[in-house]
């Protein structure tokens, strides 16, 4: 059985965002029934949206930064009740049995993760719908815990730019003391040094943007770098414990490279296509490393959300109604927001 719920929903392409109802499961004994009551919008959404990556599933019910309320649970589920805040991020299954989601790494499940939209629905048959709608139900495997001293709007983007950014300065083992560059002011990037200040690290933001420097000290940056300025590149060449590199499109890297200390990392978490040549001599004169990074499994996403909860970290958002996601759409293609957007589903419900 399903229930019909409302959504929004692109029916092509060159389509708009409109309403659309979907069908949502009858939830399974190993199920969260949750109303969301917010929705992060991410460029993810609208790369979906517009069939950028060439993989779309039409219609396409975009979100994976979801906040909400539990509603009902199935019998076996233990760790859940009605009226919890919980989150749904990126995810919503995997197989839970290679290697990968073995170590609690189900964001690199072998046999491929389903994600919270546009991933196979094996209950429904189709296409899974995301959280630009009323309620959604999941695996208890794939559910957060939210701390409840978070403001629960600004806490949608954690679900999708905070997880991306923490896991690989968690996983690279940033510290107190390190140095460490963000590369690229946006919704990845402010994120990002939010995180690394928090961890207790010197946190340099590193921009072409020098307009951008106040709003990088506001939040939280020690330094900032404009990349542009090769006097101040040259003074922070080979200086950095670690980079992390938000930057969503194609550019040249070896700029960054050079910044690097020797055994030193930079992570790319934002271009999703290819870039520019790179220089081989950069890494290999000081056994530097470029890296890649996604999203982090379900245990590492909890444990970023405690440390947000026990550090007050949030994502900078502007609140929309749900009628409003084309115009926020544009404007997202304008770098025009800081620095998510987060959908009232509110406005969803009283339409």
Request: charged share 25%; hydrophobic share 35%; glycine share 10%.
């Amino acid at each position: 059985m399903s229930k019909e719920t409302k959504a929004y929903a692109a029916s092509s392409k060159e389509a708009d965002l409109e309403p659309f109802e979907i069908n949502r499961r009858k939830p399974t004994a190993e199920d969260v029934e949750i109303e969301i009551l917010y929705c992060g919008v991410c460029h993810s959404d609208l790369h979906q949206v517009r069939n950028d990556w060439k993989n779309s599933k039409y219609p396409v019910v975009p979100g994976h930064e979801i906040i909400g309320k539990v509603v009902s649970v199935g019998e076996n589920v233990e760790n859940f009740k009605a009226n919890d805040l919980v989150g749904v991020g990126c995810m919503v299954d995997s197989c839970q049995t290679c290697s990968a989601c073995e170590d609690d790494l189900e964001q690199y499940c072998e046999n491929g993760a389903v994600m919270t939209y546009n991933g196979p629905d094996k209950h429904l048959d189709g296409h899974t719908f995301g959280g630009y709608s009323e309620k959604i139900v999941v695996d208890q495997n794939f559910v957060l815990h939210i701390p409840p001293n978070l403001d629960p709007k600004a806490a949608a983007p954690l679900l999708c730019a905070g997880i991306t950014t923490w896991s690989p300065l968690s996983h690279w083992n940033v510290k107190k003391g390190d140095k460490v560059g963000v590369i690229g002011l946006g919704g990845l990037g402010h994120m990002g040094i939010k995180f690394a200040h928090a961890m207790g690290a010197h946190t340099v933001m590193i921009t072409t943007s020098p307009n951008k420097s106040e709003d990088a000290k506001k939040l939280g940056a020690d330094e900032v770098l404009i990349s542009k300025d090769e006097q101040q590149m040259k003074e922070h060449a080979g200086s950095f414990d670690f980079l992390l590199n938000t930057i969503p499109v194609g550019h040249d890297m070896n700029p960054y490279v050079s910044l690097l200390k020797r055994d030193a990392t930079m992570v790319l978490v934002g271009a999703v296509e290819p870039l520019e040549s790179l220089h081989g001599g950069g890494i290999i004169m000081g056994r530097k490393r470029i890296a890649g990074s996604m999203i982090g499994g379900i245990k590492e996403t909890q444990e970023m959300l405690d440390f947000c909860g026990e550090n007050d970290v949030v994502s900078e958002i502007e609140m929309i109604n749900i009628q409003n996601i084309n115009e926020a759409y544009d404007r997202l293609v304008k770098s025009d927001v800081k620095y998510r957007f987060v959908i009232d589903m509110q406005s969803l419900k009283d339409s």
